[in-house]
């Protein structure tokens, strides 16, 4: 049986997919849900500066609608970087490709960042509340692929939802993000309903838990660059 979690989308006990239908409403939904989703990104374009020269590479993983990838192709238009955006869900990554028309140097592919491979010499990956849905059996060697695809100086920009570093913080922090929801015209079904449907397909992990898998990773220079209740931004440089 499904419920409703607002902007039109529905799902399960424990069965949370960024499949079906879901590519149709995702941009709205998670602008919605995650606190300064849109000042995110403008981070993560401001940080892309500083590592994105005249041709370039780099990877957006779990690329979803390829919203951000068009705005990073929008900034450095006279670089002719090579973008590529990758995501496990057929949909979105039709999505994303019909987001990103016409654009040569913008390669979007299904991949499972798990299973496959990803591109080297890489000079910038980015990543939007991607890497908590990877279960955590397999979460370090996500990062570990991460740090080998880079060049040397590469950088790596990720934004996630974490847990808090105690169970009372946790609390306190849950209870307004709740809040925050509640605030934001979901109704408590909406909000019950979405918690339920992540049950065992998102793992967050807290801020020293993220810090020490960049490190397990070979990375030695990282930095929390966004903090906003139950979510986090980082950068990491090789």
């Known amino acids: 049986m499904k419920n409703k979690l607002g902007q039109n989308l529905e799902a399960g006990n424990a069965s949370w997919t960024f499949d079906n239908d879901v590519w ?3 941009d709205k939904h998670i602008n919605k849900s995650i606190p300064l989703y849109l000042l995110c990104h403008k ?3 401001e940080i892309s500066d500083f590592f994105l020269e005249k041709n370039s ?4 993983l779990g690329c979803s609608t390829g919203t951000f990838i068009k705005k990073l192709n929008a900034r450095h238009n006279n670089k002719n970087l090579k973008i590529n955006g990758y995501d496990s869900v057929k949909k979105m990554v039709q999505a994303a490709k019909n987001n ?3 654009k040569k140097n913008i390669s979007i592919l299904k991949k499972d960042i798990v299973k ?3 591109l080297n010499n890489v000079d910038l990956i980015t990543s939007f509340f991607t890497l908590s849905f990877v279960k955590p059996a397999h979460r370090q060697e996500v990062f570990n692929k ?9 950088g790596f920009i990720f934004f996630d939802k974490v847990r808090a570093p105690d169970a009372r913080f946790q609390d306190i922090m849950t209870q307004i993000y709740t809040n925050y929801k509640i605030d934001r015209n979901f109704s408590p079904n909406e909000i019950l309903n979405k918690s339920k449907s992540l049950k065992g397909v998102l793992e967050p992990y807290s801020t020293r838990e993220n810090f020490l898998f960049l490190k397990r990773a070979g990375f030695k220079d990282y930095m929390t660059i966004f903090k ?4 986090e931004g980082f950068l990491a440089i090789k």
């Open 24 to 26: 149709k409403n995702f």
């Open 43 to 45: 981070l993560g374009l």
């Open 57 to 60: 590479k780099t990877i957006d």
């Open 100 to 102: 990103n028309k016409n």
């Open 116 to 118: 496959d491979k990803i």
């Open 146 to 154: 991460i740090f080998n695809s880079l060049n040397w100086g590469g």
């Open 228 to 231: 906003c209740i139950t979510f």
